[in-house]
């Protein structure tokens, strides 16, 4: 599918809308037939795709600088490999058809099920390693999958997304199972995501991107931002502490969420962590510096101003009228405080540091909580130490979901140094609004039904067994038959009713109303002086037997009276109510 020349400004909408809806409905119809592959069939589509796209991986990061302008054409190879590689051999073996867990003393078995047609979104800061993994993880699911690129990536992500298309028909795959919007817009993107026929949304973008997934009615796995602190607590290896925040920061320009954003050291040490971090082509800044730096950085919306993302510390220092030493590969602020007094303590998506000293790791768990809550919120940060007592509280305390150890966040956080699931797409969970704080995998596009059989038998309570005992008992004769017993009828309290009817038939006289001489009488009543006793039960028989003779059946409140006999019997004026006044 070959991208489109831009359409005019006012059919641009509606072309994006169309496509949105036309490709929606095409993966749904792809859908059905998707979720009737077999785990054989569905893994070799998943190869076909991963071998297809590996080769290309160079060729797709030049695609990618050359248009967003971000980045580093070397780590984006390395960041497409990571995808094509690391994450299809991560998801490779994972059971995805049918019964895909079984536990055995728990007798539950476990059937997986695709979660839909998937709406994903890729950013243009990781714009082909995000939509490789993307594409493998959801036909991994056998999910249908219409992937919406940025605007100012389109062309790179369509490769991309168009080489794996094509493997995966080759491989047997339905049309439809793997496509892409051409012409992308805001509108177009919104309504991709609130069609009907999608299930689930993958966003990766700025945050107002990733709340319109939230608000768009659908299930959504959603990015927060990172701002990630690194702290380096006086027992680290300071030299390795050192280069890993250097090799994170600058990998790809910094352009990852899980990049280093701050340094956070121990006074005891924070010398020599300074000119650790010079002699790898650290520049700290003088005031200055940062001034100037801050001014062009960092936008009245406390963002990081689009045209300096992804680009080298050298071409930063350049745009913003600052001079550094030849080599640099980072410029780093010593910032006394955190928020908008401080604007570079925000996320910086480029090769941008803050940095802080504090006097011992519980100043320094502060001052990173600080750091996380302006604006990276359930992310990744990093400790390194060698004191597992300190490493453990930071592990307790601070509010993000990745927490790496002597590494560098940018590549900790994804799994490529750690033993965390491969992702490009980190859940923040509830701190970050997120519905997930895992790294995203196929097991996120699935769900799963369960059988689960009885390990333990039902035990009814004493009563319910007495009750059930006694229905299931021979059925005795009727003459051993003992009759239910009726609910008592509450004795009747406060004013006789006799002396009230002669009080309320006096006042009424008294005011010249008399009753109505047609009025129904009402069921006859025993008078105080019938010599007649109630029967204790009465069925239909005992009524025609009662009208034959031409005689009344005396009847009080523990009488039992079978249904058709009191219809018949109330229809033919038969019963008298004994112990109620005339």
């Excluded at 945050?207 to 796995?221: C, E, F, T």
């Excluded at 950085?297 to 009228?321: D, E, F, M, N």
């Excluded at 010593?334 to 480029?350: F, N, Q, T």
């Excluded at 047609?518 to 009662?546: H, I, L, M």
Aim: aromatic letters at 4%; glycine letters at 8%.
């Amino acid at each position: 599918m070959a991208v489109q020349d831009r359409a005019p400004a006012s059919n641009r909408d509606l072309e994006s809308i169309a496509q949105a809806r036309a490709l929606a409905v095409a993966a749904r119809q792809a859908q059905s037939r998707l979720a009737e592959l077999s785990q054989e069939q569905i893994d070799a589509v998943v190869t076909a795709m991963a071998e297809a796209v590996t080769p290309q991986a160079e060729a797709l990061a030049r695609l990618a600088v050359e248009e967003t302008g971000y980045g580093v054409v070397a780590d984006k190879v390395q960041k497409n490999l990571f995808a094509s590689r690391q994450v299809y051999e991560f998801i490779r073996p994972m059971k995805t058809v049918g019964v895909i867990n079984r536990i055995e003393d728990r007798k539950i078995v476990e059937i997986g099920e695709p979660f839909g047609v998937v709406a994903a979104i890729v950013p243009s800061t990781n714009p082909t390693s995000t939509a490789i993994y993307k594409v493998l993880i959801a036909l991994k699911a056998r999910c249908a999958i219409v992937v919406s690129p940025h605007p100012s990536a389109v062309r790179c992500i369509t490769a991309a997304v168009e080489i794996m298309a094509d493997a995966a028909y080759r491989a047997g795959a339905p049309p439809g199972a793997v496509s892409w919007m051409s012409t992308v817009t805001l509108e177009g993107t919104q309504e991709l995501m609130k069609h009907r026929d999608v299930a689930v949304i993958l966003a990766t973008g700025g945050m107002g991107l990733v709340r319109a997934a939230y608000s768009s009615g659908k299930p959504a796995y959603g990015v927060g931002p990172g701002n990630a602190p690194c702290y380096i607590e006086r027992s680290a290896d300071l030299k390795k502490a050192a280069s890993d925040v250097i090799i994170g920061k600058t990998f790809d320009n910094g352009v990852l969420c899980s990049s280093p954003n701050s340094v956070v050291v121990d006074e005891a040490v924070a010398e020599e962590i300074r000119r650790e971090l010079q002699s790898l082509g650290a520049h700290f800044m003088n005031q200055a510096e940062m001034d100037g730096l801050a001014k062009g950085l960092v936008t009245p919306q406390r963002l990081t101003h689009p045209a300096l993302v992804g680009k080298s510390a050298a071409s930063i220092a350049q745009q913003v009228g600052i001079t550094i030493p030849e080599g640099t590969c980072a410029l780093i602020a010593p910032l006394a405080g955190v928020g908008r007094d401080y604007p570079l303590s925000i996320e910086k998506l480029c090769p941008v540091l803050s940095f802080y000293v504090v006097k011992d790791w519980r100043e320094g768990c502060e001052r990173c909580i600080q750091i996380l809550r302006y604006g990276g919120m359930g992310h990744t940060m990093s400790i390194h130490s060698k004191n597992e007592d300190v490493i453990l509280q930071f592990g307790l305390k601070k509010p993000a979901f990745r927490i790496c150890v002597n590494t560098p966040t940018t590549h900790g956080s994804i799994g490529l140094t750690t033993g965390l699931d491969p992702a490009m797409t980190l859940g923040c969970g509830g701190w970050g609004g997120n519905i997930t704080s895992d790294n995203i995998s196929p097991r996120h596009l699935l769900n799963v039904k369960r059988l689960a059989y009885e390990i333990r038998p039902a035990v009814a309570s004493a009563e319910t067994r007495a009750d059930r005992i006694a229905t299931t008992r021979p059925a005795a004769s009727p003459a051993e038959r003992p009759l239910p017993k009726a609910p008592a009828r509450p004795e009747p309290s406060g004013i006789p009713a006799q002396t009230l009817v002669a009080k309320i038939d006096s006042f009424l006289s008294s005011r010249g109303y008399r009753p109505p001489a047609e009025a129904d009488p009402g069921p006859p009543k025993a008078s105080s002086g019938q010599a007649q006793s109630p029967v204790a039960f009465v069925c239909e028989e005992d009524v025609r037997a009662a009208l034959k003779e031409g005689r009344k059946v005396v009847i009080d409140d523990k009488t039992i009276v079978t249904p058709s006999a009191r219809d018949l019997g109330e229809s033919q004026r038969v019963f008298i109510q004994a112990g109620w006044p005339n």
